[in-house]
Nanobody
Framework: QAQVVESGGGLVQAGGSLRLSCAASGRTFSTYEMGWFRQAPGKEREFVAGINWTGGSTYYADSVKGRFTISRDNAKNTVYLQMNNLKPEDTAVYYC??????????????????WGQGTQVTVSS
């Protein structure tokens, strides 16, 4: 069983940057496919970015392409989400997720097995 814990959220002005981190423990981290999701007030949780276990393949929602970058460091059991040029519409609780199958992260109906508790990102205009 895995545990994932996010950190790095906060308040930033539009156009600014933040980097989120997600530390995973339990089963060998390098075997997990990882992803970031977000949920804004009054909206459903949505996929943001995903990365395969080697780090060689990455996936992004159209709304964040060119602004967000997902990466991982398997030696540190950590996945990152670098967020640049943030917009007020990026305001949400951001969740890290892990699963043994990539399709459960980046597929049309994501259903990751493991979730973090979430970290708040607020972008002011």
């Amino acid at each position: 069983q895995a545990q994932v814990v996010e950190s790095g959220g906060g308040l930033v002005q539009a156009g600014g940057s933040l980097r989120l981190s997600c530390a995973a423990s339990g089963r060998t981290f390098s075997t997990y496919e990882m992803g970031w999701f977000r949920q804004a007030p009054g909206k459903e949780r949505e996929f943001v970015a995903g990365i395969n276990w080697t780090g060689g393949s990455t996936y992004y929602a159209d709304s964040v392409k060119g602004r967000f970058t997902i990466s991982r460091d398997n030696a540190k059991n950590t996945v990152y989400l670098q967020m640049n040029n943030l917009k007020p519409e990026d305001t949400a609780v951001y969740y890290c997720a892990a699963d043994g199958r990539l399709g459960n992260i980046v597929g049309p109906t994501p259903t990751p097995r493991y979730w973090g508790q979430g970290t708040q990102v607020t972008v002011s205009s």
